[in-house]
């Protein structure tokens, strides 16, 4: 029987993993991480057309980063599974910290599936940005204590800033599937699993295919902070984007398992 505690995830019944389907490309999930997807993540993260776009890989992407990402990965899918295991019995669904599922696979005709991307909600990590007297501006000085406060808040608490990562296999782009990730992580599990209620994106500035996958699910580009960091010896700009919950949102069909 499945644990009413993963809804709305499915059950691959062949292999026991969760997945998450998309709401608009059925042939898409999301599933957790997995060791063996090591040699994928090395193609992608080295392609020049992906990973000019990305902050923390290192480039040249080697085995050893790709193994530490999985682990990082993995073990808190893991542990979010569990949670929601010795939950089961309860009646109302529990709020997490996480989601289990954040691997972009495609479902091939054969029933095989292809990495082809990440999408991972976080708490906000660039706590440099602020909102100060209704204008944006950076402040480095008071990030690590901005970022402090947010992480030291409970799961589910509706004052908890969320950030998004993303990244999608050339093959794959201009499909709107990162779109319909974004939105289905956020509104079937994020919203109601989580208790998100505000988050904060960035994308670097010029990178408009990410703009425009985030204003297409309701962010509002806010700020564009110019030469912010160095990124792989360049110096980049970011765009900032904002969302923020609707103060009506109706959330009761979510209050007790199905």
């Excluded at 309701?218 to 110019?226: A, E, H, N």
Aim: hydrophobic share 40%.
């Amino acid at each position: 029987m499945l644990n009413p505690q993963l809804f709305p995830l499915e059950v691959d019944p062949q292999t026991g993993e969760p997945f998450l389907r998309l709401r608009h490309h059925k042939s898409i999930i999301l599933t957790p991480a997995r060791w063996d997807d090591a040699k994928q993540l090395l193609e992608y993260m080295n392609d020049p057309r992906l990973c000019v776009w990305l902050n923390s890989p290192p480039f040249p992407y080697l085995p050893e980063h790709a193994e530490s990402w999985l682990g990082r990965m993995i073990g808190p899918s893991r542990d979010i599974l569990q949670e929601l295991e010795e939950a089961k019995e309860v009646a109302e669904l529990k709020t997490v910290e996480d989601c289990p599922v954040h691997i972009i696979r495609e479902v091939m005709d054969d029933g095989t599936q292809k990495l082809i991307g990440n999408a991972h909600m976080f708490r906000y990590k660039n706590g440099e940005l602020v909102l100060s007297d209704g204008s944006w501006t950076v402040d480095w000085a008071g990030k690590a204590k901005r970022e402090e406060e947010n992480g030291s808040r409970k799961a589910g608490d509706p004052e908890i800033i969320w950030s998004f990562g993303d990244w999608l296999a050339p093959s794959h782009h201009n499909q709107g599937i990162m779109t319909d990730a974004v939105e289905t992580l956020l509104h079937d599990w994020g919203v109601p699993r989580m208790g998100v209620r505000h988050m904060i994106a960035a994308a670097f500035e010029g990178n408009m295919a990410s703009v425009k996958t985030f204003t297409k699910n309701g962010f509002d580009m806010v700020y564009t902070s110019k030469n912010h960091f160095e990124v792989k010896g360049k110096m980049q700009g970011l765009h900032v984007l904002e969302w923020k919950a609707a103060e009506n949102l109706d959330l009761i069909s979510f209050n007790f398992r199905p």
